[in-house]
């Protein structure tokens, strides 16, 4: 669906300028309120920036005014005269087109095909007229005409299979194979050469290649193992890898769209929204109202090839920020399996128990389970910490407590077991007995009481 691009006046360029350094205003909340990309509020900033020193200078306002006025009168003189060359040339070409006959539905004669593409592109030169406004008005298809102009100079001939002039003689084919044989352990390229040099016969590496492919005569060569499904390098600090994907949540039969930013070390949830829509540019302002949450930092962006993910203006906003992206490999969703993890932890626990009957509904149940996913839940991706704890640094610290606690756990144990180990043995008229109450260890013979300490 396309989407009608907004064109801003100067001064509302200054004033949300403004609002972003004076008031302090957020940049993604500026972007929400008025509809704007980031990318395109970075390219402000930036020139903001870089001409803020035109306004300092001194001008010559009255010889500013004449030449805009010159220049204005001039432009309106060029407009009008184009429309003049447009209309004589239109006239000039329906003339032109009489003398042409049959240029649709049959076979044009070369000479007339060079004949047109000359005219076109003589005309096109002098006018300063695009070819395609030429072309239609010569009544002719675009593909047609560019046709006709890579077979400049070239006769007519019918698609059938018709001897060329460069396929190989049988002989020729004979001599490659006979040479290939000679020489089993040379490639298709350096065969090529070998021929040319002792003058076995003169063609160049794809028609070798094509010759031996067909007698079955290329050797496989082992390639390079795909590394598709080996993961990557593994971050080792917050806020290096952020993945993002978008999924869909099903409200009474509406579905709207939650994307999330997930912190790849901590598996911390940065930010997330559930919207009703979920462009190129409702994406750039998720990715920026994270970087507010934790400034200063500059992650990769890890996303799969979502339309929204390849467009090219978060390219553009991922490169003004200071971060950069990488796709996982087509098709192969594993690649960000934090993220689908994360979907599927939240449908299951979270959307599917509860229910949420309206959008507003579905947002509190998702805002209630992140912030129990954050600092409560164990994640068993990270030896069970939880992922504030994680992001904050506190995790070796929980998991020493742990180990510790275990081994004074087994100490006690230990120490009980000696002593109990330790203690005389208690005559049977002070050690309880326990009955079997009729049980048989064997067929037909009654179990002993067991005196237990």
Not at 371 to 377: G, Q, T
Not at 432 to 440: D, E, F, L, V, Y
Request: aromatic share 10%.
């Amino acid at each position: 669906m396309s989407v009608e691009r907004r064109h801003f006046p100067a001064q509302e360029i200054v004033s949300i300028l403004r609002r972003h350094f004076l008031e302090h205003v957020p940049v993604s909340d500026l972007c929400e309120q008025v509809k704007l990309r980031p990318t395109v509020f970075y390219r402000w900033q930036k020139r903001f920036f870089e001409q803020g020193t035109a306004a300092f200078e001194r001008h010559d306002d009255s010889r500013t005014r004449q030449l805009e006025a010159e220049n204005a009168a001039l432009r309106t003189k060029l407009a009008h005269k184009d429309e003049v060359i447009a209309e004589i040339m239109e006239s000039h070409v329906a003339l032109k087109k009489n003398a042409w006959p049959g240029l649709t539905g049959a076979w044009t004669p070369h000479d007339v095909r060079d004949e047109v593409v000359d005219y076109m592109r003589y005309w096109s030169e002098r006018t300063e007229l695009p070819v395609t406004r030429l072309v239609r008005w010569l009544g002719i298809t675009r593909s047609k005409f560019h046709d006709w102009r890579a077979r400049y100079g070239m006769a007519n001939e019918h698609n059938a299979l018709v001897p060329r002039d460069f396929w190989l003689e049988p002989w020729e084919r004979e001599a490659i194979l006979a040479f290939a044989s000679g020489h089993p352990l040379e490639g298709y390229r350096r065969l090529t050469f070998m021929m040319i040099d002792a003058d076995v016969v003169a063609v160049s590496p794809p028609t070798v290649y094509r010759v031996l492919k067909a007698a079955g005569r290329l050797r496989g060569r082992g390639r390079t193992r795909s590394k598709k499904g080996t993961g990557f390098n593994q971050p080792k600090a917050p806020h290096e890898h952020w993945h993002i994907d978008i999924s869909y949540i099903n409200v009474c039969g509406t579905f709207y769209y939650l994307c999330s930013l997930l912190d790849g070390y901590s598996r911390y949830l940065v930010h997330w929204e559930l919207r009703e829509s979920m462009t190129e540019r409702e994406v750039a302002i998720i990715i920026q109202r994270g970087l507010e949450k934790f400034p200063g930092t500059h992650p990769r962006i890890i996303s799969d090839n979502g339309p929204q993910f390849i467009a090219k203006d978060l390219k553009e906003f991922i490169r003004l920020v200071g971060m950069t992206h990488v796709h996982i490999s087509p098709g192969y969703p594993q690649s960000n399996g934090k993220k689908e993890r994360w979907f599927q932890t939240l449908k299951a626990e979270a959307i599917r128990p509860q229910t949420p009957l309206s959008l507003e509904d579905a947002r509190r149940v998702v805002d209630r389970f992140v912030e129990h996913y954050n600092a409560v839940r164990l994640h068993s991706g990270i030896a069970y910490v939880a992922p504030k704890d994680k992001l904050e640094g506190r995790a070796e610290a929980i998991l020493a407590v742990r180990d510790a606690r275990l081994a004074a756990a087994r100490e006690r144990r230990k120490a009980n077991r000696l002593a109990l180990n330790s203690e005389p043995l208690t005559s049977h008229k002070e050690m309880p007995m326990i009955h079997t109450a009729g049980k048989t260890d064997a067929p037909g013979r009654a179990c002993d009481p067991v005196w237990i300490r």
